[in-house]
């Protein structure tokens, strides 16, 4: 059973550019977390999604930063016109979302960098 | 007040001994509790669920105070391993879910 899959796992983008994250969540999870963690901090919370549907988007900066989880393939960020300050570890998370288990279990991360 | 607070840390210990993380979360109405632990450039991984009636998994034992709002973690034995970020998590109100910021756990030889 493969675990949370994130690609890439590192990617490069100059200012002004477009970067798009991607997320496949475990087999049997239909919820998808997305954080951010800068370097020596904590992970910040960005989004919170089901298949189709953005549940919470609380964490998202308002500009630039977009969020989806079609019903195929793989829950996407998009982050753009990347600015310096967006480089980051993006981690995706995924649960089974039901009552009795609300635990999340994380991909590897993707590593943003903006030169 | 943030939602969730730790330990600032770090906490610096000798392998073999006992040491006891606290957290205290401020939404009476949150629902689930856990425990992650992170590698330095690694995504968190679970370490346990907390329950009402505290529970132990190996040298780890979790435990839940509703009354006081607040989850404690306790590693005994420590080892080198061990060595790592641990992160109390909440969730309220639902799925929203707070991370804590994390107390960094050194132990040395």
Redesign the interface.
Known sequence: NAGVMQNPRHLVRRRGQEARLRCSPMKGHS?V?W?RQLPE???K?MV?LQKENI??ESGMPKERFSAEFPKEGPSILRIQQVVRGDSA?Y?C?SSR?TVDS????????TRLTVT | RKEVEQDPGPFNVPEGATVAFNCTYSNSASQSFFWYRQDCRKEPKLLMSVYSSGNEDGRFTAQLNRASQYISLLIRDSKLSDSATYLCVVNSSGFKTIFGAGTRLFVKA
């Open positions: 919820h977390y954080y901090e904590g992970l919370f919170y549940i919470d570890a981690f998370a979302g609300y635990e999340q279990y994380f991909g590897p991360g």
